[in-house]
């Protein structure tokens, strides 16, 4: 893995190098094996905290893994194109909008001892927008190159604090166009509930049922592409003991090991399906 800056990255896409990279701040790794007409995404992969904010933050490193979307990231590791965050959505996430990226509070609790210098918010800021440079130029190729592209968002979520019964997976569809991609939806929702999952895990996925997909990453590329379907996929958290911050490595392979052969097919189905 290399490290490189935003713009040597970028110049990389566009000359279509393969390549694997990690920014020159450490904020995101990208990995491309071959220009294929989809990508993986694990925004809220990463635990990263910026050193000169730890004394500052209320929320103690347990507080923020229980929100991050740890695994993500390995989950998809074996497919060609993957992008996924390394610091803490507590730092900003990158799954909100410029102005709401940097927290004052999170999840119903004061973050900061001391409201955050504007300094302190830019730092964090230029890597939202280093993020979103790449990721337009990104897609921006993969349309360039395959007129249609899909890219399938990973996230994870707390199941444990719901008070009903939720799914395994959970498909967010609420900003997409349902009338030109509903079939697709359907069809990757039906190979999610194949999955079979160890510790009798069910197999159960459903769309809106416990998030309507509604983050930003689906947004600015749902936005400014119009031939690229996101699907933001969540999984819950069955993966780790939530309460106890253990992972649980065998479920985590299971799920890496069959998207391995599920999601390519399902990425081929709607290529011939939306090419020209």
């Given at each position: 893995m290399q490290r490189l800056s935003v713009d040597q990255i970028i110049t990389r896409i566009q000359n279509e190098e393969t390549f694997h990279a990690v920014s020159d701040d450490y904020s995101f790794t990208l990995k491309i094996d071959k220009y294929v007409h989809y990508a993986c995404a694990a925004v809220h992969n990463g635990h990263q905290f910026r050193k000169n904010l730890w004394d500052n933050c209320l929320h103690s490193e347990y507080d923020r893994w229980y929100e991050e979307d740890p695994e993500t990231k390995t989950m998809v590791i074996s497919h060609p194109i993957l992008i996924a965050g390394c610091d803490s959505r507590f730092e900003y996430d990158l799954n909100r909008d410029p102005d709401n990226a940097v927290f004052d509070t999170a999840w119903g609790k004061e973050l900061w001892k001391n409201p955050l210098s504007e300094s302190e918010k830019e730092k964090s800021l230029q890597k939202h927008t280093n993020f979103y440079k790449v990721v337009h130029a990104l897609i921006?190729?993969?349309?360039?190159?395959?007129?249609?592209?899909?890219?399938?968002?990973?996230?994870?979520?707390?199941?444990?604090?719901?008070?009903?019964?939720?799914?395994?997976?959970?498909?967010?569809?609420?900003?997409?166009?349902?009338?030109?991609?509903?079939?697709?939806?359907?069809?990757?929702?039906?190979?999610?509930?194949?999955?079979?999952?160890?510790?009798?895990?069910?197999?159960?996925?459903?769309?809106?049922?416990?998030?309507?997909?509604?983050?930003?990453?689906?947004?600015?590329?749902?936005?400014?592409?119009?031939?690229?379907?996101?699907?933001?996929?969540?999984?819950?958290?069955?993966?780790?003991?939530?309460?106890?911050?253990?992972?649980?490595?065998?479920?985590?392979?299971?799920?890496?090991?069959?998207?391995?052969?599920?999601?390519?097919?399902?990425?081929?189905?709607?290529?011939?399906?939306?090419?020209?």
């Open positions: 921006s190729k993969l349309e360039e190159k395959f007129e249609v592209g899909i890219v399938y968002d990973m996230h994870s979520y707390n199941w444990q604090r719901w008070d009903r019964e939720v799914p395994t997976w959970n498909l967010g569809t609420s900003n997409i166009d349902n009338d030109r991609f509903g079939d697709q939806v359907e069809s990757w929702r039906q190979t999610l509930a194949s999955i079979e999952l160890p510790n009798d895990i069910k197999k159960t996925a459903k769309i809106n049922d416990t998030f309507q997909g509604n983050g930003y990453f689906l947004k600015y590329i749902t936005k400014n592409f119009k031939n690229t379907l996101v699907l933001a996929t969540e999984i819950a958290k069955v993966y780790c003991d939530e309460y106890k911050q253990i992972n649980y490595p065998e479920v985590v392979t299971a799920v890496e090991k069959q998207l391995k052969t599920l999601l390519p097919k399902h990425a081929i189905e709607f290529y011939n399906r939306f090419k020209a």
